[in-house]
C-alpha cells in the first residue's frame, strides 16, 4: 500500500451519535510477511518516557531550554499542548504519564486546573497521588468519580515535605512527586511502602533529575529530595527501548536477521534495555555500536523463559507473543500493573491470544503462565486493539507466522511510536487498509 502517516488520515464520524455513544471509522491493517531474512536500518523514535520527564523538569527552571530529539508520540504532544496552551481545562486523552505529571506540576505551582482525559482514562485510578498531594497542603478534588480523573487542582500552595506512599500500585505516581519535590519549599522525604513495581522508572527519573542538577539519595525505601533548583541545560533525548522491543520480536521470529537500530545505548537508564539478556535465550545477539544496537539472529536456546518484568512491564506483550509464537513456555511474573494500564492488558493478551491458538493462564495475580496450552486458532485472525499502543505494536510482527492478519484500529501506535507501519513496510511487512468501525 502507500503508507499514510496519521496526520492524514480522517477519522470521520460515518453513522449515528445517540446518547452519546458514536461510532467513528477507523483504519485496520491487513499484514502479511513472506521474506526469509529480515534486513535493515531504522531510527527509533524517541523516548517518551524521557521526553515528558524533560518537560517537567523544563516547565520547573527558569529558562526554557532546548530539548532535542524530543518525541512525536501523542503522550508527549499533549503535555507540549498543555504548556503551550495554558488552558484552565487541560485534556490529556489516553495519557497516562501526562495525566500523573501534570496533577503533581500545577498543584506543586500553585495553579488553578481541570485535568481530563478519554473514558478508559476516567476509569484508572489516580487516589494514591492526589492523596499524597493534599497531605502535603495540596487541594486537589475529583470532578466525577472519587478516585479517578478528572481531577482539579485549586492553586493552593504544597507546603509538607513527608510522603509516604503505596509503590505497589505505579510507580509514576512516585515519579510525579519527585519530580516537583526539589522546588517545594523544604524538599521532600518520600517513604515507599509495599512492593514497588518498575523500580527502574524511578531510577528513570532521579537520574534525568541529577542530569539537570538536583541531588537526591535514596537508601532502602526512602528518597530523599532536598530543596533546591534545576539547571536549564540543554538535552537530547535518547531513543526508546520499549520500541525496540518489536524489532526484538521480529529477529527472534525471523529465519535470518540483521537489524540496526539507531538512537540506543547500552548505558541506558531505561528499563527496557533488558531486552538484550531477555531475548539473548530467544534467538536474538544484541551488539553495542555508537548510539546504536545491532541485532542478529541467532540459536534459540532457552527450554522456559522465566522472567521477572516488574522493571519492563511494558514488554509483557512482546514477550508473551515471542514465546508462544517460538513454541517456548514461560512463566512472568511483575506483571500486576497491567491491570490499570491503557486497557486490562492481561484479559487482552488472553483474549487475543487465544485467537492465536494460545491458552494463556494467570494461576496468581501478576502471574502470567503458558506450558504448551493450544486451541483452534481463528480462521480469520482480527486483532482487537482495545485503544492499547502495545497490542497493535506487540501483535503486528505476528503476521511472520499467521497469514492476512489484520490489526484493528491499527493507528492507537501512534500513542508511543508514529511511523511503526512504516517502519514495517521497510522491513518488507506488506500492509493494506481496512476501513472500519469503533464505539466511543
Not at 347 to 365: D, H, N, S, T, V
Request: charged share 20%; with cysteine; proline share 3%.
Amino acid at each position: 500500500m502507500l503508507y499514510k502517516t496519521h496526520e492524514n488520515i480522517n477519522f470521520t464520524t460515518f453513522a449515528f451519535n445517540t446518547n452519546h455513544l458514536k461510532i467513528v471509522s477507523v483504519m485496520n491493517y491487513v499484514l502479511n510477511y513472506s521474506k526469509d531474512s529480515l534486513s535493515l536500518t531504522v531510527d527509533l523514535p524517541a523516548s517518551k518516557s524521557i521526553s515528558n520527564r524533560m518537560l517537567i523538569i523544563r516547565a520547573l527552571t527558569e529558562n526554557n531550554f532546548e530539548i532535542k530529539n524530543i518525541s512525536d508520540s501523542d503522550d508527549t504532544n499533549v503535555m507540549l499542548k498543555a504548556f503551550a496552551e495554558d488552558k484552565e481545562i487541560v485534556d490529556i486523552h489516553h495519557a497516562g504519564t501526562s495525566m500523573r505529571f501534570l496533577t503533581a506540576y500545577f498543584a506543586a505551582t500553585g495553579q488553578k486546573k481541570t485535568i481530563t482525559g478519554s473514558d478508559r482514562m476516567k476509569n484508572r485510578p489516580i487516589k494514591e497521588l492526589v492523596n499524597a498531594l493534599n497531605q502535603l497542603g495540596a487541594n486537589v478534588t475529583y470532578a466525577e468519580k472519587e478516585g479517578y480523573p478528572p481531577v482539579i487542582t485549586s492553586g493552593k500552595a504544597l507546603t509538607g515535605d513527608r510522603i509516604t506512599i503505596n509503590g505497589s500500585i505505579s510507580s509514576q505516581y512516585i515519579t510525579a512527586l519527585l519530580l516537583v519535590a526539589p522546588v517545594l519549599p523544604n524538599g521532600l522525604n518520600v517513604e515507599i511502602v509495599g512492593k514497588l513495581m518498575s523500580s527502574s522508572y524511578v531510577a528513570l527519573t532521579l537520574g534525568l533529575m541529577k542530569q539537570f542538577g538536583v541531588n537526591a539519595s535514596w537508601e532502602g525505601n526512602v528518597i530523599r529530595v532536598p530543596h533546591q533548583k534545576y539547571l536549564g541545560n540543554e538535552a537530547f533525548v535518547e531513543g526508546d527501548w520499549s520500541g525496540a522491543s518489536y524489532w526484538y520480536e521480529m529477529v527472534a521470529l525471523s529465519k535470518e536477521a540483521d537489524i540496526t537500530i539507531n538512537g540506543l545505548t547500552g548505558n541506558s537508564l531505561q528499563g527496557d534495555s533488558a531486552l538484550a539478556n531477555i531475548y539473548e535465550g530467544l534467538g536474538v545477539k544484541t551488539s553495542y555500536k555508537s548510539n546504536a544496537v545491532r541485532l542478529t539472529k541467532c540459536a534459540v536456546i532457552a527450554k522456559k523463559l522465566e522472567y521477572d518484568f516488574i522493571d519492563n512491564p511494558d514488554s509483557v506483550q512482546t514477550a508473551v507473543v515471542t514465546s508462544c509464537l517460538l513454541g517456548i513456555p514461560f512463566t512472568i511474573t511483575g506483571a500486576e500493573t497491567l491491570r490499570i494500564k491503557e486497557t486490562d492488558r492481561i484479559a487482552a493478551l488472553q483474549i487475543e491470544m487465544k485467537k492465536l491458538g494460545f491458552i494463556i493462564e494467570e494461576p496468581r495475580p501478576g502471574t502470567l503462565s503458558w506450558e504448551g496450552q493450544t486451541c483452534e486458532p481463528q480462521k480469520q485472525i482480527a486483532i482487537d486493539t482495545y485503544k492499547d499502543h502495545r497490542m497493535a505494536l506487540a501483535f503486528a510482527p505476528a503476521a511472520m507466522r499467521f497469514k492476512n492478519l489484520t490489526i484493528n484500529d491499527a493507528m492507537v501506535v501512534t500513542k508511543s511510536y508514529p511511523k511503526y507501519w512504516e517502519h514495517l513496510e521497510m522491513a518488507g511487512f506488506e500492509i493494506d487498509e481496512r476501513d472500519g468501525a469503533k464505539t466511543l
